[in-house]
């Protein structure tokens, strides 16, 4: 029964290891994104899509100015967006270029 006892506690150690492992790779994945204003989609936005909408997917119009997007981190500033004022995304909602 010792045995039994022994292997059923070095899989549950292995299996916890495995799983802070993968919260780990996690967190510093999420390190390496940023929120990127005017670049989703319509309804393709993650959240922050402004007045009248509630959250992710409830963008209204491509390029929405007051909508992110995840983006990798540093990629923001080299994303088109029709809507920004640079031709970019923006790093902080804006007013769209008429």
Sequence with gaps: MT???????LVLALGSALSLSALT????????M????GVAEA???DCAAGAGTSCAGTSKVKDQA??????????CAKTPSSTSPTGFGQEAAFTAKS
């Design 34 to 37: 940023q929120k990127c204003f």
């Design 3 to 9: 045995t039994k006892l022994s292997a059923a506690t």
């Design 66 to 75: 007051n909508a992110w997007k995840l983006v990798p981190a540093g990629t």
């Design 43 to 45: 309804g393709k936005n």
């Design 25 to 32: 790779t996690t967190a510093h994945a999420a390190d390496d």
